[in-house]
């Protein structure tokens, strides 16, 4: 089964966000993005990252640099409040797979997820084995 963490300070959303999940995925809940680098560094590779962007200690930006600097290999959706122009298209720009504003669309946020995957993992297959897809 494929493994999200999901980061967020708000308790609500972090419950929510593991109930809309952890039927189809294997789930692991933040408070903060340090504890979801230090989870990262003890050796665990998720498949997607999906995390609130004004959290403590680390907002989304810099969380983004530290991921892409070291796990750059896991897509990041973030989630936010705030429609700040400049700092969605600087986290797209870096390398988050998208930006999505709260209030969202439950179902909709599950289906981008689940496209992210299943491209992911065709992208994964691919790659690992080029000549059963005609490389």
């Known amino acids: 089964m494929k493994e999200l ?4 300070d708000n308790p609500m959303m972090r419950a929510f966000l593991y109930r809309l999940f952890s039927n189809s995925y294997n789930v692991t809940v933040y408070p ?9 560094e003890e050796g665990h590779t998720p498949d997607l990252i999906i995390s609130d962007f004004k959290m403590p ?5 810099e969380f983004l640099m530290l991921i892409q600097e070291q796990f ?3 897509p990041v959706i973030f989630l936010s409040g ?7 298209i600087h986290c797209l720009s870096q390398g ?4 999505i504003m709260k ?4 179902k909709e946020l599950k289906l981008k997820v689940k496209h992210l995957l299943d491209t992911k993992y065709e992208i994964k297959v691919t790659s ?8």
């Open 32 to 40: 903060d993005g340090l504890e979801a680098l230090q989870y990262l």
């Open 103 to 106: 209030p969202f669309n439950p």
């Open 96 to 99: 988050a797979q998208d930006f």
């Open 5 to 8: 963490v999901i980061v967020d």
């Open 57 to 61: 200690y680390l907002d989304g930006k």
């Open 128 to 135: 690992q084995n080029p000549a059963a897809h005609g490389v």
């Open 72 to 74: 750059k290999h896991i």
């Open 82 to 88: 705030d429609n700040k122009g400049p700092d969605r």
